[in-house]
C-alpha cells in the first residue's frame, strides 16, 4: 500500500471531510475518537495481520506517526 492509499483509507475510517496528509495532527481533528481507535485496530489487524492496541493510538499524533506503525507495509 502507498502513502497515499494509506491516507486516503484514513481519512475514510475517520470519515472525515478533508483532505489527510502526512503532517496532519490527528489529535485536532474531532473525528479522533475512540470509535475511530476500534476501526483502526480492525484495518490493522485485516490489511497486514497486525496486533495494535488502543493504547499504541493514543500516543499517535500525526498521520505520519500512525504510518510508522505499519511497519514498513506502507511506502
Do not use: H, N, P, Y
Amino acid at each position: 500500500m502507498t502513502k497515499k492509499e494509506f491516507l486516503c483509507s484514513l481519512q475514510e475510517i475517520l470519515q472525515c471531510s478533508e483532505s489527510i496528509e502526512e503532517t496532519t495532527v490527528l489529535t485536532d481533528l474531532e473525528e479522533w475518537d475512540s470509535l475511530a481507535f476500534m476501526v483502526l485496530i480492525a484495518f490493522f489487524d485485516k490489511s497486514w495481520g497486525q496486533r495494535i492496541i488502543f493504547d499504541d493510538l493514543k500516543s499517535i499524533r500525526t498521520a505520519a506517526d500512525l504510518i510508522a506503525m505499519t511497519r514498513g507495509a506502507v511506502a
